[in-house]
């Protein structure tokens, strides 16, 4: 690519520079551990530089019309759209994502800014009901102002361009801090799309680095009208306290430990084969897929049977390798966490390792684990790692007992019984739910802020399209 994404640059006030510190780390692929570019190791000061570009830049930015604005965000996805074969691969390279992930990620995030695009220019505002006679109310949508973003490694380009998307097309600035091991295709690209577009300098900013240096100075950021961020509980968290006790505005998406309940009706061969794609899906590292398996005792041990069976032929390796269906994990840190935290204390608590448990370098096997309850770490912790947890209950109340004993963010139920999985569905406390389906292929974009919990349930009435992996062997009966 032209402005040569992974040499170590930040991207301030529509230029790219060095980081103040001047150093800069080195961009890991993540199946061979070879070097593939660098990255700036961006601080506070580097922070500061980016917020004040944002800041001058807000009010003409702003002051332009939607279709102005518009252009902009055309000739961005325009860049995105050229350059899409080498945004895949270097996602792949640096997330460790098979190619149907890195090309879901990639084409997303086109779609995203390309909708945004169209947006802006739908809606200005709305004429109110006016309070008495003789008067007349309107509202209109104006710009927040300079947001922060600070975004996960997991599918770094569709989770930051979720916001900085719509987030430029209405006018806001926007200061991006990418997730460290995923630098360039969270950032750097889209540095260099945006210059490729001509944004106005200081509209689009990219601020690399690692958390405390850079993440922890943005998300304090005193110059920020919104931070958005993506990631953890544990941080997000202690960003939602710091922002309390300055009532800065925030919005955080949080991970939690999804739930899979299989009732005692389900047709098991698609529950199954849906669990392989919500538990080992980019090797089970994403906020939606599902840490705990509630499964009724009557179904139990043919929903066993055929979850080993499929995760057994599973092949783990290379993600350029077409046969491949589960690549490496993001890093060590990652695969001591699943291995070390969450499935050696479980089977030391009496779980029972039925397949996998085994790694080569970041490369974990898939993994099924019995006899879990809810005591146990596998059951308790939202994973991040190809493994599936099964605890056996004996009740649909039980079930729904336990998967709302936690936090989470989507829940999946299977049952022959579409109005029992309905009547399941309205029970579960969380953002989503879906009735024999599985992750966030759905439409559910609009939802009422602020006045309604965000629900959104997904009945699936029409037969499933797996890809081959997820489906049991050709050789063995299903």
Not at 48 to 56: K, Q
Not at 163 to 178: D, E, I, R, S
Request: aromatic share 6%.
């Amino acid at each position: 690519m032209p402005s040569q994404p992974g040499d170590g640059r930040l991207y301030i006030d529509g230029a790219f520079v060095p980081a103040a510190s001047g150093r800069t780390g080195v961009v890991e692929e993540k199946a061979t551990g070879k070097p593939i570019g660098s990255y700036a190791l961006g601080s506070a000061a580097d922070i500061d530089r980016a917020v004040a570009a944002a800041r001058a830049a807000q009010p003409a930015w702003g002051a332009l019309s939607a279709p102005e604005r518009a252009g902009y965000l055309r000739a961005f996805c325009g860049y995105l759209e050229a350059h899409r074969e080498e945004l895949v691969e270097q996602s792949m390279r640096e997330t460790g994502g098979v190619r149907a992930k890195a090309e879901d990620e990639v084409g997303t995030s086109i779609k995203q800014l390309a909708l945004s695009a169209v947006q802006v220019g739908e809606n200005a505002g709305d004429i109110l009901p006016p309070y008495k006679a003789g008067k007349l109310s309107l509202s209109r949508a104006v710009p927040l102002g300079v947001l922060g973003l600070i975004t996960p490694w997991n599918y770094p380009m569709n989770l930051a361009m979720r916001a900085l998307a719509p987030g430029l097309a209405f006018g806001n600035t926007v200061v991006l801090k990418p997730a460290e091991l995923t630098p360039v295709i969270g950032g750097q690209v889209l540095a260099a799309a945006a210059d490729h577009a001509g944004l106005p300098p200081g509209v689009f900013n990219v601020v690399t680095g690692d958390g405390p240096d850079a993440g922890w100075p943005l998300a304090r950021h005193q110059g920020l009208d919104m931070l958005d961020f993506t990631g953890s509980r544990e941080v997000g968290l202690a960003i939602d306290r710091a922002a309390a006790g300055e009532l800065r505005d925030i919005r955080l998406e949080l991970g939690g430990s999804n739930a899979f309940v299989v009732l005692d009706d389900a047709d098991i061969e698609v529950a199954a084969n849906c669990a392989m794609i919500a538990s080992l899906e980019f090797q089970g590292q994403t906020c939606i897929s599902a840490s705990r398996h509630i499964v009724q005792r009557a179904v139990a041990d043919d929903y066993l049977d055929a979850l080993t069976r499929r995760a057994a032929a599973l092949t783990v390796g290379d993600p350029f390798d077409p046969g491949t269906a589960l690549g490496p994990l993001i890093s060590a840190a990652q695969r001591d966490r699943v291995h070390r935290t969450i499935v050696e204390p479980s089977l030391a608590m009496g779980a029972r390792l039925v397949t996998g448990g085994t790694y080569d370098g970041l490369f974990y096997r898939p993994t099924v684990l019995a006899g879990v309850t809810p005591q146990m770490p596998a059951f308790r912790e939202e994973i991040f790692g190809p493994v599936i947890p099964v605890t056996v209950v004996d009740t649909e109340a039980e079930a729904v007992a336990l998967t709302n004993g936690l936090p989470m963010l989507m829940n999946s139920v299977f049952t022959r019984d579409l109005v029992r999985g309905l009547s399941v569905a309205e029970q579960l406390q969380a953002g989503e739910v879906h009735v024999n389906d599985a992750h966030a292929r759905h439409g559910a974009e609009n939802q009422m802020p602020g006045f309604t919990r965000r629900q959104w349930i997904g009945l699936q009435r029409t037969p499933l399209n797996f890809p081959d992996w997820a489906t049991a062997p050709a050789t063995q009966e299903s």
